[in-house]
């Protein structure tokens, strides 16, 4: 009889520690299943691990002023991609001076100014339309350096994909709606 209940005490005792380490492999095991599942969802959007796509047009340069020594550039900045970048410089060899980012500003007395920014991020899926109301680029620029028609190199650089060269078109401030 001893034996009987020996032999039962230690298969219930073998099915105990079966049945806890079923339950303690069940909780790892559901918590990838859980984030497995996520992932799948995400990757079927199309857009998981995608880099960002960053895609630059309608490139508008100002005519500069009789006597002034800056004007403004605007583009529009579009990121088709699955991940976010950060616009972060702005050069061309045609504006040996130097082209600063800026953002356009209003005081408490309502005067408006330009402020310069280190660099403007753009989200995945995002755009970025510059205008004389938001960010935009401030070039240094001569009177008579260009004329209207002309198309200026601009190159982009982003801090993940690398550098996107676009031409801008000098226009007459008058000439373009640019909001």
Same mark, same amino acid.
């Given at each position: 009889?001893? =034996?009987?209940? #020996?032999?039962?005490?230690?298969?219930?005792?073998?099915?105990?520690?079966?049945?806890?380490?079923?339950?303690?492999?069940?909780?790892?095991?559901? !918590?990838?299943?859980?984030?497995?599942?996520?992932?799948? #969802?995400?990757?079927?959007?199309? =857009? !998981?691990?995608?880099?960002?796509?960053?895609?630059?047009?309608?490139?508008?340069?100002?005519?500069?002023? !009789?006597? #002034?020594?800056?004007?403004?550039?605007?583009?529009?900045?579009?990121?088709?991609?699955?991940?976010?970048?950060?616009?972060?410089?702005?050069?061309?060899? =045609?504006?040996?001076?130097?082209?600063?980012?800026?953002?356009?500003?209003?005081?408490?007395?309502?005067?408006?100014?330009?402020?310069?920014?280190? +660099?403007?991020?753009?989200?995945?899926?995002?755009?970025? #339309?510059?205008?004389?109301?938001?960010?935009?680029?401030?070039?240094?620029?001569?009177?008579?350096?260009?004329? +209207?028609?002309?198309?200026?190199?601009?190159?982009?650089?982003?801090?993940?994909?690398?550098?996107?060269?676009?031409?801008?078109?000098?226009? =007459?401030?008058? +000439?373009?709606?640019?909001?």
């Amino acid at each position: 009889m001893r =034996r009987i209940l #020996a032999r039962v005490s230690s298969t219930l005792g073998d099915r105990r520690k079966l049945r806890d380490t079923a339950l303690a492999a069940l909780v790892p095991v559901a !918590a990838c299943s859980v984030a497995l599942a996520g992932l799948t #969802a995400w990757t079927g959007t199309g =857009r !998981a691990g995608t880099p960002a796509r960053l895609r630059v047009t309608d490139g508008r340069l100002l005519l500069p002023s !009789a006597g #002034a020594d800056e004007t403004s550039a605007f583009f529009r900045v579009a990121n088709e991609g699955g991940s976010a970048d950060r616009l972060i410089r702005v050069t061309s060899p =045609r504006a040996p001076g130097g082209i600063a980012l800026s953002e356009h500003r209003m005081t408490e007395g309502n005067a408006a100014y330009d402020t310069e920014i280190g +660099s403007v991020d753009i989200a995945a899926g995002d755009s970025l #339309a510059m205008s004389p109301t938001g960010v935009g680029l401030t070039v240094s620029a001569t009177s008579g350096q260009w004329r +209207s028609g002309d198309l200026v190199p601009f190159t982009f650089e982003f801090r993940r994909s690398g550098r996107v060269t676009v031409l801008a078109v000098v226009v =007459r401030p008058d +000439s373009v709606s640019l909001q």
